[in-house]
Every structure is written in structure tokens, then in C-alpha cells.
């Protein structure tokens, strides 16, 4: 089970970090990559970012490298966002998801074996 938190509503400029926490028995959290995708009203979900297990290798979408860090720590089962500088633009909702296909496009959501329920980000003008 992954579980969001850490979404709401920022001014532009403002930043937020959302948490995705893991949980399940028999769930090798360290053994999954962790990705984050968003989902704006009427848009399809997109790709916001991920990092592998071990951590050494992350990737982000355009629209957010140089904003955004994904981060994530293996002893407590979680994962992290760090959204700084935020426009209005990333408005979304935000979902956490995991899959142990690594050898797959992870920029692809249908890559990813496990979802959150989302958490909501809104960015005001």
C-alpha cells in the first residue's frame, strides 16, 4: 500500500514536499523504484519523476529539473518530493507509485505495478 501526504495550497514561489509512505507485509520497499506522476484536471497522468532503489539514479521530467527532488529513504519505507519554486502550472494531483520492472520506461505509468490515492496540489498565482 502507498500512502501520500504533504499536498495543499501554496502561493507560486512557495514549496511544498510530499511523502509517500509504503506499507504491506512482505513489501521489499528497497527493492522497488519509486516514481511520482501528477494529473491535472482534464490532462492525461504524466511523468514527474523517479529513483531507483538504491537511489543512484534519478530522472525528471523538463518542466520540473532544477525544481524538484526526488528523494527517498529505505529504512522507513518512504519516499519524498521536494517541489520548490511552484507555479501554477504544477497543479495536480500528485501520486506515488512503485514497480520492481526496472528494466521498463519508467517514465510510463503503465510501468508501475502499485499506485497511491493521490494528494491534492494547488498553486495560486
Known amino acids: 500500500q502507498l500512502v501520500e501526504s504533504g499536498g495543499g495550497l501554496v502561493q507560486a514561489g512557495g514549496s511544498l514536499r510530499l511523502t509517500c509512505a509504503a506499507s504491506?507485509?512482505?513489501?521489499?520497499?528497497?527493492?522497488?523504484?519509486m516514481g511520482w506522476f501528477r494529473q491535472a484536471p482534464g490532462k492525461e497522468r504524466e511523468f514527474v519523476a523517479f529513483i531507483t532503489w538504491t537511489g543512484d539514479r534519478t530522472s525528471y521530467t523538463d518542466s520540473v529539473k532544477g525544481r524538484f527532488t526526488v528523494s527517498r529513504d529505505n529504512a522507513h519505507h518512504a519516499a519524498f518530493l521536494q517541489m520548490n519554486s511552484l507555479i501554477p502550472e504544477d497543479t495536480a494531483i500528485y501520486f506515488c507509485?512503485?514497480?520492481?520492472?526496472?528494466?521498463?520506461?519508467?517514465?510510463?505509468?503503465?510501468?508501475?505495478?502499485?499506485w497511491g490515492q493521490g494528494t491534492q496540489v494547488t498553486v495560486s498565482a
Open positions: 504491506g507485509r512482505g513489501f521489499r520497499f528497497s527493492g522497488y523504484v
Open positions: 507509485a512503485a514497480t520492481e520492472r526496472s528494466h521498463l520506461l519508467l517514465s510510463t505509468p503503465s510501468s508501475y505495478d502499485f
